[in-house]
């Protein structure tokens, strides 16, 4: 179904495109991958079929992911990806094209914010803008931003994450870093592979952190057996993992974001920190699923960590609401570049 004459928001991760419309709520949620012929360029599978040909396609085909640690790795490829994601969701339509709002991680360049726009422009609609994720997110969640109080919130997506302390309809300090959902995915592999000898996918990896991957020290006992090539002999093997290994395995990116959501605390000027310890700090996008997190945050800063209903969505969501709300957001927070 095609819906026109719309506004729609657009979560571009790293890991999944989310798009939400006016009115109709989240509509499509595809993987950010794109299968691509090598010898004409030609695109043969975009999303979760795509995803599908991760680490298993012939030589003339490869699938790819055009966005990395956030944002555009491969501009084209990411361009004809967003006018698939408009078309399927808006129609395609050489009169009527829609608004569009699109997330970005926070501390980006001038010139991928430019890159982000021009893709999303050439993509087919009438204007872009584009909006921080973490505030986003906010929106999301469902965060009273507009209101003279301090929230917090840490948006941990599949390429960053981003921090940021929101008031007043926009951003009071914020931080980004390059670890994600994908780090995560690529902590397990190598720590499978030092520790069992067994080299295993990013698509395997990724089913291991969702089953149970944790950071809890006290979390139950578990653990999943899964497949792969034995780096000793070079035959398939299997190595059954357990969660103790996942804790171990993402040690140290768990502690780079706990680095970094500690050193925005401490640049929090004292009234909104105050107002941060009464309204708590909310975990959104994938990343906040991952077992024991908001429980080592809290410990770690004595605050109250609330994860989000629905995280994975909540930017997709916020994009949204930003487009419907633009008057109330605060000047310099939204960027934007009209067609005509």
Do not use: W
């Amino acid at each position: 179904m095609f819906f026109r004459y719309t506004d729609i928001g657009i979560d571009l991760g790293t890991a999944n495109i989310l798009v939400y419309v006016k009115g109709k709520g989240v509509v499509l949620k595809e993987p950010s991958v794109v299968a691509v012929d090598k010898e004409n360029k030609n695109i043969l599978a975009i999303g979760e079929e795509a995803r599908q040909m991760l680490g298993r396609t012939p030589g003339s085909i490869e699938a790819i992911r055009p966005l990395k640690e956030g944002v555009i790795a491969n501009y084209t490829i990411t361009q004809k990806m967003l006018q698939y994601i408009v078309e399927k969701v808006a129609g395609k339509s050489f009169f009527f094209k829609p608004r569009v709002m699109t997330c970005i991680p926070v501390g980006i360049t001038s010139v991928e914010k430019r890159a982000v726009l021009e893709a999303t422009i050439q993509a087919g609609v009438s204007k872009t803008y584009l909006i921080e994720e973490p505030l986003a997110a906010a929106m999301g969640a469902g965060l009273d931003i507009i209101a003279a109080s301090g929230n917090m919130v840490v948006d941990i997506g599949g390429g960053s994450t981003d921090i940021a302390v929101l008031s007043l309809g926009g951003v009071v300090d914020d931080a980004s870093i390059r670890i994600g959902g994908d780090k995560f995915d690529e902590a397990i592999v190598k720590y499978v592979k030092r520790t069992y000898n067994v080299l295993i996918g990013e698509r395997t990896a990724e089913d291991i952190k969702k089953a149970i991957a944790t950071v809890d020290i006290d979390a139950p006992h578990q653990e999943i057996t899964v497949k792969g090539r034995d780096v000793v002999n070079g035959l398939p093997t299997s190595v059954t993992v357990t969660s103790a290994d996942t804790r171990k395995a993402l040690e140290e990116a768990i502690e780079g974001i706990l680095a970094k959501v500690r050193s925005v605390l401490e640049k929090c000027p004292p009234e909104l920190a105050a107002d941060i310890v009464d309204n708590g700090i909310y975990l959104t996008g994938g990343g906040a699923l991952l077992g024991g997190l908001a429980k080592v945050m809290q410990e770690e800063t004595r605050i109250n960590v609330y994860v989000a209903e629905n995280p994975l969505d909540c930017v997709a969501i916020g994009t949204g609401k930003a487009l419907e709300n633009l008057d109330k957001l605060r000047p310099g927070t939204v960027f934007s570049n009209n067609l005509f």
